[in-house]
């Protein structure tokens, strides 16, 4: 069975940093783009980047562009987002999610990591 | 940067009901346009990609159309557990992607 399993809840303070896991299993882990989606709270969802976890390049959303780094371990199967700079605005769950039927859908997704950002 | 823009932004419907949901793109991306679903407290679940594929388990009342920047979900007769909101996705030519505002369909 095709799983991505998230790290839980953190909770932080605004300027911090977060990194959140996301680990694979069920599918060769370099064979498929890894994205991460952010939903803050009553909102709609924002693709926020992806990771080829082949050759660890990566492609990211202009709005985060410079505030988020997302890399790829293939020693473990896991996918990593990074966002620095923290504010109140980050509050959110944050997905990931892969692609195996087409580059372009996204239809496997982790079970979401909620991240709180409050003083 | 694409836009993508979701029509209605609430549909209010009774179950047996057909279910017409617009999805308009600011630019032509691709035709790898997707449709998800979610309800509250979970991850978005997969409907259709390629803009009329239905993904894997996805009941045959489900059905996507439209190319360039018009694309359209329908379903045939709502369920009572298709009360939830949808959302489409559309990938650019730099591999960037996009998702509209959602549309809730809602019980009449």
């Known amino acids: 069975e095709v799983q991505l399993v998230q790290s839980e809840t953190e909770v932080t303070k605004p300027g911090a940093t977060v990194k959140i896991s996301c680990t694979v299993s069920g599918y060769t882990f370099t064979d498929y783009y890894l994205h991460w989606v952010q939903q803050s709270p009553g909102k709609g969802l924002e693709w926020m980047g992806l990771v080829d976890p082949e050759d660890g390049e990566t492609t990211y959303a202009e709005k985060f562009q410079g505030r988020v780094a997302i890399a790829a371990d293939t020693s473990t199967d896991t996918a990593y987002l990074e966002l620095r700079s923290l504010r109140s605005e980050d509050t959110a769950v944050y997905y990931c999610?892969?692609?195996?039927?087409?580059?372009?859908?996204?239809?496997?997704w982790g079970q979401g990591s909620l991240v709180t950002v409050s003083s | 940067e694409i836009v993508l823009t979701q029509s209605p932004a609430t549909l209010s419907l009774s179950p047996g009901e057909r279910a017409t949901l617009s999805c308009r793109a600011s630019q032509s991306g691709s035709n790898y346009l997707a449709w998800y679903q979610q309800k509250p407290g979970q991850a978005p679940r997969l409907l259709i990609y390629d803009a009329s594929t239905r993904a894997t388990g996805i009941p045959a009342r489900f059905s996507g159309s439209g190319s360039g920047t018009d694309f359209t979900l329908t379903i045939s007769s709502l369920e009572p557990e298709d009360f939830a909101l949808y959302y489409c996705q559309l990938r650019s030519k730099r591999l960037t992607f996009t998702f509209g505002p959602g549309t809730k369909v809602e019980i009449k």
């Open positions: 999610a892969t692609s195996t039927v087409s580059t372009d859908a996204f239809d496997i």
